[in-house]
């Protein structure tokens, strides 16, 4: 910054969050209102999460981000909204000692710059977006002195990418839906925070770093418009299952979570075929995964493992404790040898990679 002028920066950290029971379906498109609850798994900080340093200085002459290294638009509605909100909520900062003073109305007129890294190859097609924008709320909010609780910056983050409300909390994360149509309500609560359930074990297995090929929003329109089994799949089958998974969290019923889970992620993948033009997410490979592992658990007995699968073909699989992840990646690495480059990694780790 020039001479007499300063520079007040503030950094965070977020981990991103793997759904268990699937939010698919905006009600309302420009404020991202869901159709159903969702209940996810935040990972540790440390993988898979975003980095942001926001700075705000007299000096700058316009708001700018940085996207891994590249600057990036920040013109888009969703960022303008997180902005917007955030901005709004500023409460007068000082810091005497440096002279620095910056009064309520103050905030609306200093511009920002934003530089956020991922700590995993955004080419991956490992979700992003809810890392950074929860990262970029959280931050935001820290730096402009906001006082709202996380309930309320995760209903901000939600306006930046759905799936962001949830990785406010680590542990288990609930995000309701809400009635309101402002959205108000429509924010996540924290069903059980990171030191619980420490049995589990996250792999994820990187069946190809392609970019998917729709995007989660505009796929999400499309079944939205199309699909008759999302009607049934949001007002009868989730509220009954987001009730049993809250039951199966609290217990550490792994049975139940790990039937829950599958059976979630199925009817996502079901209710993408039922679109018109239907979407594919998984290809061969995750089939063969989700084989290998419904046999596995069915001559047990009773779950080893849960699998689930998001917008594109990538396993997240949860093992029931460490012992049962580390035979996972045995019959991972005998079924599936790291060969060409779409197999190379898989990613390993304590609720989450190594
Ligand atoms: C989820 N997914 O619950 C679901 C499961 C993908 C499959 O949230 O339009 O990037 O930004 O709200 O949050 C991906 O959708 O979509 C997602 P927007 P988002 O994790």
């Known amino acids: 910054a020039p001479e007499g002028q300063w520079v007040l920066m503030a950094t965070g950290r977020s981990p991103t969050n793997i759904a ?23 990972l540790d900080p440390g993988h898979l999460s975003a980095t942001t340093t926001v700075a705000v200085s007299p000096s700058f002459p316009s708001d700018r981000m940085w996207l891994n290294g590249k600057e990036i638009s920040l013109s888009g509605g969703r960022f303008q909204s997180c902005l917007r909100e955030i901005r709004k909520r500023a409460c007068e900062f000082e810091d005497e000692k440096k002279g620095i003073k910056i009064k309520k109305e103050d905030w609306e007129k200093l511009h920002v710059h934003i530089a956020s890294y991922n700590n995993f190859p ?19 909010g820290k730096l402009m002195n906001v ?83 999302l009607q049934y799949r949001a007002q009868t089958v989730v509220p009954s299952r987001v009730l049993k998974m809250e039951e199966a969290i609290k217990n550490q019923d792994f049975e139940s979570f790990a039937k829950l889970t599958c059976a979630d992620s199925n009817q996502f993948h079901a209710v993408c075929l039922d679109t018109s033009p239907p979407i594919f997410y998984m290809n061969d ?62 990613l390993v780790g304590d609720k989450s990679i190594l």
Not at 23 to 35: F, M, S
Not at 132 to 137: E, M, N, R
Not at 170 to 179: E, H, L, N, R
Not at 296 to 314: I, K, L
Request: aromatic letters at 8%; one cysteine or more; glycine letters at 6%.
């Open 285 to 346: 490979t995750s089939h063969r995964i989700i084989s290998l592992v419904e046999k596995w658990n069915q001559s047990e007995g009773t779950p080893q493992v849960a699998y689930t699968f998001d917008a594109g073909p990538n396993a997240v699989l949860i093992a029931r404790n460490r012992k049962t992840a580390a035979v996972l990646l045995q019959k991972l690495l005998y079924y599936f040898p790291p060969q060409d480059k779409d197999l190379s990694s898989y």
């Open 20 to 42: 268990v029971i699937k939010y698919w379906g905006k009600r309302d498109e420009a404020l991202i209102l869901p159709v159903n609850d969702s209940i996810s798994v935040t």
């Open 122 to 140: 955004t080419a991956a097609g490992l979700a992003s977006s809810a890392a950074g924008f929860a990262c970029l709320v959280f931050t935001l």
């Open 147 to 229: 006082k709202e609780d996380y309930g309320e910056l995760s209903s901000i983050a939600r306006q930046g990418s759905g799936s962001a409300c949830r990785s406010l909390y680590g542990g288990f994360v609930k995000w309701c839906m809400g009635k309101k149509d402002d959205g108000s309500d429509s924010l996540a609560v924290q069903l059980a925070d990171e030191t619980h359930w420490n049995d589990l074990v996250i792999i994820i297995a990187v069946v190809s770093s392609k970019q998917k090929e729709t995007s989660s929003t505009s796929g999400m329109r499309d079944t939205v418009e199309t699909s008759p089994l």
